[in-house]
């Protein structure tokens, strides 16, 4: 959860533009833009879109290597038929992106995201596409574990 417009964190060069989980749906969007990585850390900040039919969400999102190369790994066997999950998030943070699938070739997105801003605010969304989507999802991901 953060606080509304800040991160406490040294700033950091772009290092990626953006990564979509194309759908080709409008109503499920999960999209990662201005990635920034500090290398040393092994934490990334981005701002996160999400749409999920009625409900949408423009926001921060960090998430660092506690998590992130154990998903892409889950990603890839999840591509591959096989079902599993894997979670994208910072290690002390309840913030997440949770990819689920099984073995019809289903696929679940979920997270939460909050934020104090004017109070508590909170976006808990799913929405369901097939690992069709995921191999591209990958190959636009493994830069990130590569710097």
Known sequence: MRDAGFVWMKPMAKFIEE???????????????????????????CNLIVRSGGFQCDCRFIFDN??????????????????????????????????????????????????????MQFLRFSFRTDQTVLGPLIRDLEPLLSQ
């Open 19 to 45: 990564i979509e989980l194309r759908t080709h749906d409008p109503a499920k969007i999960l999209r990662l833009t201005e990635i920034d990585k500090d290398g040393d850390r092994g934490v990334y900040v």
């Open 66 to 119: 506690s998590h992130f190369p154990d998903a892409i790994e889950a990603l890839r066997m999840m591509d591959s038929g096989r079902p599993g999950q894997a979670i994208i998030k910072e290690q002390w943070d309840s913030d997440f992106i949770k990819f689920e699938s099984n073995d019809l070739g289903h696929v679940w997105v979920s997270g939460e995201f909050g934020m104090n801003y004017d109070g």
